[in-house]
Structure formats: C-alpha cells, structure tokens
C-alpha cells in the first residue's frame, strides 16, 4: 500500500513563491516514478512535472522555467518549488506514485497511487 501526504500549499499573491512537499509511505521510494498534478474547478487534472527514479526531470511547457521537481530519497519527500506564481496556477496540487515507467509520464493515467491534494491560490 502506497500513502502519499502532501502539505505546503496556501494563498500567495502573484509573483510569490511556494513549495510544495510529499511525503511517501513506502519502503522502496528510490524504485517509484513520481510527478506533481493539478486540478482548477471545471478542468481536467493535468501534469505539471516528473521524475524519474535517476532524478531525470520533465515539466509541461507552461511551468519550465518557473517549477522546479525534486525529491530526497532518504525521506522518501518529493518537493516542487514554485517560483514567480501566476493567477492561473491556482488548483489543488497532487502528488502521484507509480512502480513502473511510463512514456505518457505526465498523464493521470501512468500513476496508480494518488494524494488528498494541497490547495494552491494565487491571487492577482
């Protein structure tokens, strides 16, 4: 069984920064694919960035540059610090796990295990 708690989340106002955390409760983190969602009312959860079990790195096009994916083995935590935050990055943020490796890494559909979400809100 696969736990993923995130925390973090909150109200910013545009320009500011958050970082978000998850905290998995597995006992071989080091083997999962791991990526940050998100969910604004009426729209479907789309993937925002990902990595891999070797640290290699993907983000949607829209957040290169401002997002930054990362985790820390040692206490199975995926962090992504977010930076210069925008009206429209405001959704609830889940974290997703999955053992095995899928090209489609930042489609809903590549992860089996979910978390609760944190609520982001960037007001203008």
């Known amino acids: 069984q696969v736990r993923l708690v995130e925390s973090g989340g909150g109200s910013v106002q545009s320009g500011g920064s958050l970082r978000l955390s998850c905290v998995a409760s597995v006992s071989t983190y080091s083997r999962y694919y791991m990526a940050w969602f998100r969910q604004a009312p009426g729209k479907e959860r789309e993937g925002v960035a990902a990595i891999d079990m070797n640290g290699r790195t993907s983000y949607a096009d829209s957040e290169k540059g401002r997002f930054t994916i990362s985790q820390d083995n040692a206490e199975n935590t995926l962090y992504l610090q977010m930076n210069s935050l925008k009206p429209e990055d405001t959704a609830m943020y889940y974290c997703?796990?999955?053992?095995?490796?899928?090209?489609?890494?930042?489609?809903?559909?590549?992860?089996?295990?979910w978390g609760q979400g944190t609520q982001v809100t960037v007001s203008a």
């Open positions: 997703a796990a999955d053992r095995y490796y899928s090209s489609s890494y930042l489609s809903p559909t590549a992860y089996r295990y």
